[in-house]
């Protein structure tokens, strides 16, 4: 699954970016990086760009955009 | 920093050399509080400037501590040396020494946000394999705490080799005199010795700079190999001889295979920051406060996009109904010191060039400043308190459809008050193309200047009767409104659709948390935002109203004042009180018309009237046009010359004249399908000199701003040519 599939109020974790894109390469400096931790905080009308928070961090991005991001659901109790 | 940097003269306190008063630059992720901990350390002992070059605001300012003083720069908020967007290249640049006009700093304050350590970190890191000495402020302690975060100041310190980690909180002042005492310790300090956070990277570099001159440093290699085609990766290869890229390309490839080498330095940095994370803080941020909780009511699609509109609807409320008093203020005092000087001075040249030229030219640029000032209070306000970037979040659908992004929301608001501001606030697009094209939608959103005209004319032509429960002048003011915003979308689309074609722009925006925005930094920036205004718009009105003056006023025709003299005579035989008092402002005025029909200004409106015909303008409506491609409100005090009114004469009374204006066959000029011609007119046409120069200033070339003039003036002749044609079948 991508980060384009999260569901609310679960944690999930960044496996794996696909980095050819320079605009993902913008986003992976800005800390969308392999084991970073993120879940859905909201998404805007018509559900689209979407708003995740990362290590206390709000970051918005366009659903095509996050399809360039694997992830899997965090392990509970971290 | 030395001593002898920090040399006083007696008065003011000032250091006398001025370039050695920026020496330790302030550096951090944008929102972290940056500018509130300058603010401060420095008080008001600060000064705004520019980048040589560009429009981006350089904040210097001293901080005085004990006996010394040290210079502080304020840089742009950045989230990474490799950097995408003008304001970050420009802080990298100072930071790297790259600016001619900037010396490099001898220190760096970086600046890092406790509830934002994650991207904090990762700054601070490439901050420290430059060969400067690094100190660290910790802000936003109390927030952290509150959201249950706790960090061990001194595990963090160890974790960055050992320097001063200092927690505040600026807006208290708490923990500022030990990061005081730490920034005086900095300023002194020798260069630290390199750290070693990727030895591979490092050890490329240190051999590839052993084949460069001695005076390029390590981290001038180690970037050049990470931003692959940035300028420093052009120097550097460049000295390497004519191999260099190639060289360059080799070495990347040994380094980081066929991963691109910005993926790798994140992903390699921001493991050692989990890291460090996971080490320093011991609790995990939870959604809890009433702020957080308010937010994420607001986050919510439909309550959040509601609550935008309201927003806007304040702002604009605040704007247009707000300013008023104070304006009437400024225009009556402008009028009564006109008035004081055409009493007290000999009428003539030297009366009229105070009254008409300098007074009403400095009063039009004043009369705008507070619009201004209320508009940028609530810009600065909403960005303060992080709301634009909410507000660009929940409009990048709409703006999609456009063929921009949620980013072009932000110009676009500011450009209701002027396009200035408005464009250079385009700078936080990364893209140029969506830049552009953003740029050339901002001059057609409704500004102040506009609105002086808008009300001159709806006043005057259009009925003020009800449709439905609506009034007809407001629904043509909010037609002209929304004509602006789909004129400016529709010339993005078009753009985007032909010479700017280009991949759909991508959407990535950092949304700060909502704060209660800080006093301080409001009204130093309300303030700078006022200096900059009045110096820059003023000189730039003020030349222009001088030159229209000018061309109105010479030549001056000894006949017609000879005949003024005449039947003024005459009157005084005849008449005499009130009535006497009528006829002489009368003749005055029918004199003033004479006069300035003969001018250059009238001369070159004759030769111009043919262009304006199929439009049903008079040549007095076009010089009164031609007149105004400077500055587009100087329309309503040309007009008012032109209908013989003079300057004093309030609009009323102008738009009486208006509408007994006739053409040389007895129809009336200002027939409707004609008033809502000029209207669209004013919509569409660039008659704005700053806007122009802005333009051309933030693009580099002289190309986007005479294709926006010519296309913006072709579209308000021919708006306006259909209006008057159709409506005359009609």
Redesign the interface.
């Given at each position: 699954m991508t980060l384009a599939s999260l569901q609310r109020g679960r944690k999930y974790v960044i496996d794996d970016?696909n980095?050819?894109d320079?605009?993902?390469?913008?986003?992976?400096?800005?800390?969308l990086?392999?084991?970073?931790e993120v879940e859905l905080?909201?998404?805007?009308?018509?559900g689209?760009?979407l708003?995740f928070r990362?290590?206390?961090?709000?970051?918005?991005?366009?659903r095509?955009?996050a399809q360039h991001f694997a992830v899997s659901p965090a392990e509970q109790g971290? | 920093m030395s001593k002898e940097s920090v040399t006083r003269i007696a008065a003011g306190q000032i250091p006398v050399r001025r370039r050695s008063s920026a020496r330790i630059a302030v550096v951090g992720n944008p929102n972290s509080g940056k500018s509130t901990l300058f603010n401060r350390l420095t008080g008001m002992r600060q000064k705004t400037g520019n980048y040589p070059g560009v429009t981006v605001e350089k904040n210097v300012g001293v901080a005085r501590i004990g006996n010394t003083e040290i210079g502080l720069i304020d840089l742009p908020g950045m989230?990474?040396l490799?950097t995408?967007s003008l304001e970050e290249r420009i802080a990298a640049d100072v930071i790297l020494g790259r600016l001619s006009d900037a010396e490099r700093p001898v220190g760096i304050l970086a600046v890092i946000d406790a509830?934002?350590?994650?991207?904090g970190l990762?700054l601070v890191q490439q901050l420290l394999e430059l060969d400067l000495p690094v100190m660290v402020a910790l802000s936003m302690t109390d927030a952290a705490m509150a959201?249950g975060?706790r960090i061990d100041a001194d595990a963090l310190q160890r974790r960055l080799g050992g320097i001063a980690v200092c927690p505040i909180v600026a807006t208290t002042g708490q923990g500022l005199d030990a990061l005081r005492t730490a920034l005086q310790a900095l300023a002194e300090s020798p260069r630290p010795s390199l750290p070693n956070f990727w030895d591979e990277l490092s050890a490329a570099s240190e051999s590839l700079a052993g084949e460069l001159p001695a005076t390029v440093p390590r981290f001038e290699v180690e970037r050049a190999l990470i931003d692959v085609g940035s300028d420093l990766a052009g120097d550097i290869a460049a000295l390497l001889g004519p191999n260099g890229h190639t060289r360059l390309t080799e070495i990347r490839a040994q380094l980081f295979g066929s991963?691109?080498p910005?993926?790798r330095?994140?992903?390699h940095r921001?493991?050692w920051v989990?890291e460090v994370?996971d080490d320093v803080q011991t609790a995990?941020?939870t959604v809890s406060s009433v702020g957080s909780r308010f937010a994420?009511f607001l986050?919510?699609?439909?309550p959040?996009?509601i609550g935008l509109f309201v927003v806007m609807a304040v702002v604009f409320q605040a704007v247009f109904a707000w300013a008023t008093p104070l304006m009437d203020v400024i225009d009556n005092s402008t009028t009564l010191m006109s008035g004081f000087i055409a009493n007290n001075l000999p009428a003539g040249a030297l009366s009229s060039f105070i009254t008409d030229g300098v007074i009403a030219g400095v009063g039009s640029v004043i009369v705008f400043l507070p619009q201004i000032l209320i508009l940028f209070l609530f810009i600065i306000v909403l960005e303060d308190s992080g709301y634009l970037a909410r507000a660009a979040?929940?409009m990048?659908?709409t703006m999609r459809s456009v063929g921009l992004s949620?980013q072009s929301i932000i110009p676009m608001i500011s450009s209701f008050a002027c396009a200035v501001p408005g464009i250079m606030a385009t700078r936080v697009i990364?893209n140029r193309r969506d830049r552009i094209a953003t740029i050339l939608a901002a001059p057609f959103m409704t500004c102040s200047a506009r609105l002086p005209v808008y009300a001159l004319l709806i006043a005057a032509f259009v009925p003020n009767e009800k449709v439905g429960i609506l009034n007809l002048q407001g629904v043509v003011l909010f037609g002209l409104y929304m004509l602006g915003i789909v004129a400016g979308l529709m010339t993005a689309l078009l753009l985007r659709k032909t010479a700017l074609q280009g991949p759909?722009p991508?959407?990535?925006?950092?949304?700060?948390?909502f704060r209660r925005p800080n006093f301080q930094t409001v009204m130093v920036q309300l303030l700078g935002r006022a200096k900059i205004f009045l110096r820059r718009a003023g000189t730039v009105i003020f030349a222009v109203a001088v030159v229209v003056w000018a061309l109105a006023y010479f030549p001056r025709s000894a006949e017609i004042q000879a005949n003024l003299s005449q039947q003024q005579s005459m009157a005084a035989n005849r008449l005499s009180g009130d009535e006497l008092e009528i006829a002489f402002v009368q003749f005055e005025n029918d004199a003033a018309a004479l006069q300035l029909e003969q001018s250059f200004l009238g001369r070159a409106g004759k030769v111009i009237e043919p262009v304006f015909r199929p439009l049903g303008w008079d040549w007095k409506i076009s010089s009164a046009v031609i007149a105004s491609f400077p500055a587009r409100e100087v329309v309503v005090a040309v007009l008012g010359t032109v209908y013989a009114v003079g300057d004093e004469a309030d609009e009323a009374t102008l738009s009486e004249r208006l509408k007994l204006a006739r053409h040389a066959d007895g129809s009336p000029v200002f027939t409707l399908p004609m008033v809502i011609g000029l209207l669209i007119f004013y919509a569409c046409c660039l008659q704005c000199a700053a806007t122009i120069v802005v333009i051309k200033r933030e693009t580099n070339s002289w190309r986007w701003p005479i294709f926006a003039w010519v296309y913006m003036t072709g579209l308000g002749y021919f708006g306006a040519l259909l209006a008057y044609q159709w409506g005359q079948t009609l």
């Open positions: 970016v980095a050819a320079p605009d993902v390469q913008r986003l992976m400096v800005l800390g990086v392999e084991g970073a905080a909201s998404a805007a009308i018509g689209d760009p708003e990362m290590f206390g961090n709000a970051i918005s991005l366009r095509e955009q971290e | 989230y990474a490799s995408h509830t934002h350590l994650y991207q990762y959201k975060i991963e691109p910005l993926a330095e994140a992903r921001y493991s989990r994370m995990v941020p994420h986050n919510q699609p439909v959040g996009t979040y929940l990048d659908r949620g990364p759909k991508t959407f990535a925006l950092m949304l700060p948390e």
